[in-house]
């Protein structure tokens, strides 16, 4: 069974920074993309940034472009998000995902819970 668990969440002021982790387990790691999203409250759940499995390749939302850096440690079998100068209107749960493909649309295969991101003004 695969598990996808985040942490790092919390509440930071707007110009302030969070890093995102998230550890996979019960899967092949390193063959395996990353993605993260996130969901705002009354909204759908949007793309944010993906890595492959190589590194190789990474994808961002325009809306975060030069200020989310997402990267992995397959030794630590584990995908981060880096969130500089972040805003109020990045506050959201954020989730990581995980499938053998990578991608910026919601087919991963597999999801973690979650961890909330608050931005204040």
């Known amino acids: 069974q695969v598990q996808l668990v985040e942490s790092g969440g919390g509440l930071v002021q707007a110009g302030g920074s969070l890093r995102l982790s998230c550890v996979v387990s019960?899967?092949?790691?390193?063959?395996?993309?990353m993605g993260w999203f996130r969901q705002a409250p009354g909204k759908e759940r949007e793309f944010v940034a993906a890595?492959?499995?190589?590194?190789?390749?990474?994808y961002y939302a325009d809306s975060v472009k030069g200020r989310f850096t997402i990267s992995r440690d397959n030794a630590k079998n584990t995908v981060y998000l880096q969130m500089n100068s972040l805003k109020p209107e990045d506050t959201a749960v954020y989730y990581c995902?995980?499938?053998?493909?990578?991608?910026?649309?919601?087919?991963?295969?597999?999801w973690g819970q979650g961890t909330q991101v608050t931005v204040s003004s």
């Open positions: 019960g899967r092949t790691f390193s063959s395996t993309a």
């Open positions: 995902a995980a499938d053998p493909v990578i991608r910026r649309n919601n087919e991963y295969r597999y």
């Open positions: 890595i492959s499995w190589g590194i190789i390749t990474t």
